[in-house]
């Protein structure tokens, strides 16, 4: 098991930035792929970036450019640094974690642009 805590979340203009972190319980080296998903009000919850153990990145097409995700191994820390900011990236984001066939959640940070 392990618990995924994010933080970073808050309100910002378009084309402002904001960097969100997700602090894992255990040494992330243990966990097969983290990430970053997010869903907005009355929609799905989506992809929006993943980083496996051995650093392969991958971004939905909408954040492609925009967004970096990234991890620290020795603060079991991944973050994802969001650029270029629009009022379609508001949402709860929310941090993954897959350890083998298990995925975990966090509770999720509120990101909220304005036009």
């Known amino acids: 098991q392990v618990q995924l805590v994010e933080s970073g979340g808050g309100s910002v203009q378009a084309g402002g930035s904001l960097r969100l972190s997700c602090v894992a319980s255990?040494?992330?080296?243990?966990?097969?792929?983290m990430g970053w998903y997010r869903q907005a009000p009355g929609k799905q919850r989506g992809l929006v970036a993943t980083i496996t153990s051995g650093g392969s990145t991958n971004y939905a097409d909408s954040v492609e450019g925009r967004f970096t995700i990234s991890r620290d191994n020795a603060k079991n820390t991944v973050y994802l640094q969001m650029n270029s900011l629009k009022p379609e990236d508001t949402a709860v984001y929310y941090c993954?974690?897959?350890?083998?066939?298990?995925?975990?959640w966090g509770q999720g940070t509120q990101v909220t642009v304005s036009s």
């Open positions: 993954y974690g897959r350890i083998v066939l298990y995925d975990y």
């Open positions: 255990k040494s992330i080296r243990s966990i097969n792929a």
